[in-house]
């Protein structure tokens, strides 16, 4: 089938790659002149681990062209938007101009028959408004949404394997024209016996927002489980365990740390909020503005707990952060809670040197002022107090008897509740994970 994808960022170009990988004749389009330029040399412009290979492998078949050009999706059966939807400045709802953008420059390069397939997440009532404009074009095409759900860092394996599908279509003939469509792009899912959902849109946009309030809910659960912990001596890993041994809770999503960020879970958060508070049922949500609350609340913790660590003034100490991007696997930085430790003691003071396997190119470009090593050992050596803030595995093997020998005072701030706090403390280290005695 003939796909065309608008916008090539971490979706798109994950999504554009997966669908040539899987047979389909594929052109990813994106305004961005300089990232088109970078995939059509084979070279994905962020880090995610699989895509060069599937990258180089389906453009060498000939499936896989990138253009800036809209009018090279032109002839595309199903055009799939893949745009940011950020937070908007000065708001907490998202800001929809790039969806809205992306659907008026495909407009006129749309075909009777052809389905425009809406990825990206997006306050509910965004589908049926966009559905009226297409519509209203007189093109003959119809829209679908159809929510994403990759992780970075295992995004190649969620498009090519998700573990579900959801198709939100119209009610009718164009609603059952979209289903053949979509499991058509999603033949091989489908085969494999993926669990599908068709339903309309609003449940469709519903499902994405729900997941990732469900899973914020879960990480700021357990983060504040680890702040009782901390004030009556428990042990939240361990009881992240026990709780997570009863399959209705479950163990994923339940490590207590330095808390969530990412380009997702929290501006998706605070646009569902601002959206409900505009259907009129803010009160249906407010308990997310808590779990935000909460997970904010952790950064400012990690900091506290590393200023009352240190033997000296935070502004005569050298700190030592491990961990830039959001999460292991991942290069993203945007609302990273590592970043964001690393910048707020830099500025208290802190001489700040951040090492990241692969967060330094973009926390540089955003934070020119803090210092960035790629070498672990540069990064501890002389420190006065090390804090880790992204389970990055090169982190969790850290020899802490080597360690000790780099730094000048062995304390170790485990903002991620990752090391083994007995061998850490057994090599002579100060150790501190949250909610952990
Ligand atoms: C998330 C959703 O998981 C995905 O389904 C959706 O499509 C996009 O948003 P992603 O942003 O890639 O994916 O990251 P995720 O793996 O969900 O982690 C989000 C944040 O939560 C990270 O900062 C991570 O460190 C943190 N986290 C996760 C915890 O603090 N504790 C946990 O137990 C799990």
């Known amino acids: ?51 060069p290979e599937i990258l180089t492998s389906a453009m060498a078949s000939g499936r896989l062209r990138f253009s800036t050009d809209i009018a090279d999706a032109a002839g595309a059966q199903v055009h799939f938007i893949g745009v940011g939807t950020p937070q908007k400045a000065g708001s907490h709802a998202a800001d929809l101009s790039y969806v809205d953008a992306a659907v008026q420059s495909i407009l006129p390069h749309l075909a009777a028959g052809d389905l425009v397939v809406g990825k990206s997440t997006v306050p509910v009532g965004t589908a049926a408004r966009l559905a009226e404009v297409i519509e209203r074009s007189g093109t003959g095409a119809t829209l679908a949404w159809n929510p994403e759900f990759l992780r970075e860092g295992f995004a190649v394996k969620d498009t090519i394997s998700p573990d579900r599908l959801v198709y939100g279509v119209a009610a009718g003939a164009a609603g059952e024209h979209a289903t053949v469509l979509l499991n058509e792009v999603y033949a091989a899912a489908i085969a494999a016996a993926t669990p599908l959902i068709v339903t309309d849109f609003a449940t469709a946009e519903l499902v994405k927002v729900a997941a990732n309030a469900f899973l914020a809910t879960k990480i700021s659960f357990i983060n504040a489980m680890s702040e009782i912990a901390d004030v009556s001596g428990a042990d939240v890993t361990q009881l992240a365990d026990a709780i997570g041994f009863d399959n209705r809770i479950g163990r994923r999503f339940l490590n207590a740390g330095v808390g969530f960020g990412g380009g997702c879970l929290p501006k998706d958060i605070r646009a ?65 809670p590592a970043l964001d430790v690393a910048v707020q003691l830099r500025g208290l003071g802190a001489d700040v040197m951040a090492t990241d396997p692969q967060g330094i190119e973009n926390s540089r470009l955003r ?65 501190q994970g949250l909610g952990r005695p």
């Open 1 to 51: 089938m003939r796909i065309s994808v608008i916008g090539c960022g971490y979706l798109g170009a994950v999504h554009a790659s997966a669908m040539a990988e899987l047979g389909h004749d594929v052109i990813g389009i994106d305004i961005d002149i300089r990232k088109i330029e970078q995939l059509a040399l084979g070279k994905p412009p962020f880090y995610e681990p699989g895509l």
């Open 272 to 336: 569902f909020t601002a959206r409900a508070e505009e259907l009129g049922r803010g009160d249906s949500v407010a308990f997310l503005k808590e779990v935000d609350t909460i997970n904010m609340r952790q950064r400012q913790r990690v900091v506290a707990m590393t200023l009352q660590a240190l033997d000296k003034p935070v502004y005569t100490a050298k700190v030592a952060v491990l961990g830039l991007s959001f999460k292991p696997h991942s290069d993203d930085v945007r609302d990273s």
């Open 367 to 431: 934070h020119p002022q803090l210092t960035y090593s790629t070498s672990v050992e540069e990064t501890l050596r002389g420190a006065d107090a090390v804090v880790l803030v992204t389970e990055w595995a090169e982190f969790k093997q850290i020899d802490p008897v080597w360690a000790a020998t780099l730094v000048r005072v062995p304390i170790i701030i485990d903002g991620r509740n990752t090391l083994d706090a007995a061998a850490w403390r057994a090599a002579g280290w100060t150790y």
